[in-house]
């Protein structure tokens, strides 16, 4: 029999239960992590050096409406979930606005970072306020800030009085962000986006930091 548990009647439950549930694979998976991070940071090793030479051909001017979305990966850290210890999982995000300036972009985002693991679903995001400015006017690299707020779910089972509860805890606060990225021009306004973001989730009581790398379709 399935039951849903709000945080509140089984806050006890949450530290033991969670972090046995959240704790380490071993070094299999940690060789996997490994494996997964290396290929992460070659890709974007690759895309980087492979946008150098096409900057000088940049045409796209930046003006009117924008929309940028990406998918990769990334890490938490500092989540009191696990001890503190980092934990890889997918990312994504979403980003759109209008631009001031050739050289100045402002707009929303959406941005977060999930994880399955032993049982346990957890996710991190911020729904923030953007800049991104150019250094360059026909330059493709860019660097970005933002804030605004943060949210962290996590969900789990556990055994209550022999049902199988389904415990829910999600938390609000404080995000603030920062990052570079590079604009791989690949049409006259549409480019490839590959990016490097920091995002820091301020939630109640466990704020944790998050390290993600992501690949995005950009249209200016």
Do not use: C
Request: charged share 15%.
């Amino acid at each position: 029999m399935l039951a849903t548990v709000t945080v509140s009647s089984v806050r006890q439950l949450h530290s033991s239960s969670f972090k046995r549930r959240a704790a380490p694979h071993g070094l299999r998976s940690l060789n996997m992590k490994k494996r997964i991070v290396g290929s992460v940071i070659s890709t974007a090793a690759l895309l980087l050096f492979a946008a150098a030479p096409a900057s000088a051909q940049r045409t796209a001017v930046h003006q009117g409406y924008w929309i940028s979305f990406g998918f990769g990966a990334g890490s938490a850290f500092g989540d009191d979930a696990f001890d503190g210890d980092s934990k890889f999982g997918g990312a994504g995000f979403l980003r759109m606005g209008g631009s001031p300036s050739q050289q100045l972009l402002i707009g929303g985002e959406m941005i977060g970072w999930g994880t399955d693991k032993d049982d346990v679903k957890i996710g991190r995001g911020a729904l923030m306020f953007t800049a991104l400015y150019y250094p360059g006017p026909k330059g493709g690299f860019y660097l970005k800030g933002g804030a605004g707020f943060a949210g962290r779910s996590a969900e789990w089972t556990v055994q209550v009085d022999g049902f199988e509860a389904t415990v829910k805890d999600d938390q609000a606060g404080i995000g603030l962000g920062a990052g570079l990225g590079y604009d791989i021009q690949l049409g006259r306004n549409f480019f490839l986006t590959p990016a490097l973001d920091f995002v820091y989730t301020g939630t109640e009581g466990d704020g944790a930091s998050l390290l993600l790398f992501t690949v995005g379709a950009t249209w200016h």
